[in-house]
């Protein structure tokens, strides 16, 4: 069975730190484009940070510059997403996505979401 599977969200307080995972099952990230995005309650699902394919490129929304990290552990087949400084409008079900365009076929996996709650 093919899938994305997302860990690692919670309940923290202003300013503390979580680290979400995101893992393939039934295939590996090698070759994908990673992406976290999130939506918050009663908000359209917007993007937060990306990485290329080698992991060696990543771009962020303006939002979460400074504060979030993401990176690819090829030996883990995992991205990470390092959420630094949260602050409550970070409160959001997080979701993974995994793409790739490869010999005229597109691949476009979704994780289930995992839900990040920022508040003292």
């Known amino acids: 069975q093919v899938e994305l599977l997302e860990s690692g969200g919670g309940l923290v307080q202003p300013g503390g730190s979580l680290r979400l995972s995101c893992a393939a099952s039934?295939?590996?990230?090698?070759?994908?484009?990673v992406t976290w995005n999130r939506q918050a309650p009663g908000k359209e699902r917007e993007f937060v940070a990306t990485?290329?394919?080698?992991?060696?490129?990543?771009n962020y929304t303006d939002s979460v510059k400074g504060r979030f990290t993401i990176s690819k552990d090829a030996a883990r087949d995992t991205v990470y997403l390092q959420m630094n400084n949260l602050k409550p409008d970070d409160t959001a079900v997080y979701y993974c996505?995994?793409?790739?365009?490869?010999?005229?076929?597109?691949?476009?996996?979704w994780g289930h979401g995992t839900q990040v709650t920022v508040s003292s």
């Open positions: 996505n995994a793409y790739r365009q490869y010999l005229g076929r597109k691949n476009d996996y």
């Open positions: 039934g295939f590996t990230l090698d070759n994908y484009i």
């Open positions: 990485v290329s394919s080698a992991g060696t490129e990543t």
